[in-house]
């Protein structure tokens, strides 16, 4: 089964959140980047963070395997610490930005307490 997987990519003290554009051209709100994983979560996560935003991680970490409640559909998160804030991102990410963890709750991201704990133990 395909999961979900939620790229907490970081450098430093601080987590990168994308706008990405919808196939109606409608853009996000600011999320986690993210893609599908049809094996290991780990290998996906670092294979879309690749593809999407072209960046490499070694030091790739689950943090968090959950089900979504209304579709039944497996989440996975990992956090991917990169070695530079620098991005080459797909068409379909309209924006990105840098955040530190303490100030995603004024963007309204939905992020799962493990992550904010993850994230704030690397600042």
């Known amino acids: 089964m395909d999961n979900i997987v939620i790229l907490i990519v970081h ?3 601080e987590a990168l959140l994308v706008k990405r554009r919808q196939r109606d051209n ?3 709100d600011w999320v986690f980047p993210a893609g599908i994983a049809e ?3 780990v290998t996906g996560a670092k294979q879309t963070a690749k593809y ?3 960046v490499d991680s070694e030091g790739a970490q689950l ?3 959950t089900q979504h409640e209304q579709t039944n559909t497996g989440v996975t998160y990992v956090a991917l610490p990169v070695a530079s ?3 080459s991102v ?3 990410i309209q924006d990105t930005t840098w955040k530190n963890p303490r100030a995603l709750d004024a963007l309204d991201v939905d ?3 493990r992550v904010t704990s993850y994230l704030s133990a690397q600042a």
Request: hydrophobic share 30%; glycine share 4%; no cysteine.
């Open 39 to 41: 094996d290991n979560p």
């Open 52 to 54: 999407l935003l072209g």
């Open 26 to 28: 409608a853009v996000t």
């Open 85 to 87: 804030k620098q991005l």
């Open 11 to 13: 450098h430093d003290d």
């Open 111 to 113: 992020v799962d307490p």
């Open 90 to 92: 797909q068409d379909e």
């Open 63 to 65: 943090l968090e395997e």
